[in-house]
Structures are given as C-alpha cells and as structure tokens.
C-alpha cells in the first residue's frame, strides 16, 4: 500500500494560464475523489469516479473546470483559464468501495497570481 | 445549513493528558457515517477513525476513540494519552446519501490541537 500521490504538489501560475494535476490513487481502489481545500476550511467535494467512470461532479466544478481517469487508472483534474479564487489546496482521495474509508493524498497546492 | 460543527478552533492540551475533540452534525438521514482525519502542517488528510450511525458500540482505533451519541447528535473525539506528534488540524466529516456509490463527505471547519511538552 504506497497511498495516493499526487503531482505536483505545489503550483504556481498567472491568472489566465491552465493547469494540470495528476493522482495515482491506491492500486486496488476503484473510487477516486477531488477536493477542494481553501485555507481555514475543511475540504469541499468535488467530483467522483468510480473506475473511469465520472458519475457526481459538485456545482462548485464550473466548466473551466475538468477531470477524467482515462483507464480507471490515474486521475487528472485541469483547470483552465485560472483566476485568483482557484488558489487552494486540490486534494484527491480513493476508496476500495462505497463505504471504506477514504484515503487522501498529501494535495496539490495551487497559487493563482 | 451547516451540517458538521466543530466548535472548538483551537485547543491546547499538556502532553500525556487525554483530549476531546467536540463535533455535533445535522441529517435527517437515519443512515449515515461519521469520520474523524487529521492534517498535519504537511497537508495530507489521514483517516483516524470510522463510526457508522448503526453501530451499537463506540469505535475505537488505539489511542483514538469516538464517542457517539446518537440523540445528541454528537460524535466527539477522544485521545487518550496524547503525543507532541498529535498536533495538527482534526477535521470532523459526515458521509450521508449515496448518489451512484460516491462518498460525498461534508467536513467541518476543523479544530487546530496543540500537545504541549
């Protein structure tokens, strides 16, 4: 059991540019989540795969926002066009099944200047 | 309406005494699951302890216990014997309805524990 990783885990950009984040879940865990922390908060759901499958997204994932998981594999969330308010810690986690905990990775945090 | 509340924002303990983290939520859901994880200062999220609302008994993890208390709708933390290494955020977060098997888990806004020496 080596976790979830996550990539990079600190990004900086200008407002306007696209950026990209990659999660390696847990390699038995068929569920894969996205997070959204923003400082002083607890995280905010995002969006849900179950294998590559994206079956929930939060209205909080506007269309700038997307996220696949091509072979039920590894996850990229991208965010285009970026703004200020983007900045926060990205955190994905994944479950073997619907009631197993959720495990997290250590985030991806974003800086949007 | 906020459905995780965690009251305390901060709380500071002597090393080796016990803790309790408070956490009251709101559903109307008769099932549902509470969690408890902690954030270091690294960032990571790091699942502590688990209590379904069907449980008859407390979960307990080793040093962590969750005190559920269904009527109340409470489901604190419990540390027993606490550590310098236990200083972090600890967030409490629910897990209610299941919409196509996803585990949307609603958290509180946390509580910052300092353990000091």
């Known amino acids: 059991d080596t976790g979830v990783s996550q990539d990079p885990r600190h990004k900086i950009t200008k407002r306007g540019q696209n950026v990209t984040f990659r999660c390696d879940p847990i390699s038995e865990h068929n569920r894969l989540y996205w997070y959204r922390q923003t400082l002083g908060q607890g995280p905010e759901f995002l969006t849900y795969?179950?294998?590559?499958?994206?079956?929930?997204k939060s209205r909080l994932l506007s269309d700038r926002f997307s996220a696949e998981r091509p072979k039920g594999s590894f996850s990229t969330l991208e965010i285009q066009r970026t703004e200020q308010g983007d900045s926060a810690m990205y955190l994905c986690?994944?479950?073997?099944?619907?009631?197993?905990?959720?495990?997290f990775g250590n985030g991806t945090r974003l800086t949007v200047t | 309406a906020q459905k995780i509340t965690q009251t305390q924002p901060g709380m500071f303990v002597q090393e080796k005494e016990a803790v309790t983290l408070d956490c009251t939520y709101d559903t109307s859901d008769q099932s549902y699951g509470l969690f408890w994880y902690k954030q270091p200062s690294s960032g990571e999220m790091i699942f502590l302890i688990y209590q379904g609302s069907y449980d008859e008994q407390n979960a307990t993890e080793g040093r962590y216990s969750l005190n559920f208390q269904k009527a109340r709708k409470s489901a604190n933390l419990v540390i027993s014997a606490s550590q310098l290494g236990d200083s972090a955020m600890y967030f409490c977060?629910?897990?209610?309805?299941?919409?196509?098997?996803?585990?949307?888990?609603?958290f509180g806004q946390g509580t910052r524990l300092t353990i000091n020496p």
């Open positions: 977060a629910m897990r209610e309805d299941l919409i196509q098997g996803a585990q949307k888990l609603v």
């Open positions: 986690a994944s479950s073997r099944d619907s009631y197993s905990p959720l495990h």
């Open positions: 795969f179950q294998n590559e499958a994206q079956l929930e």
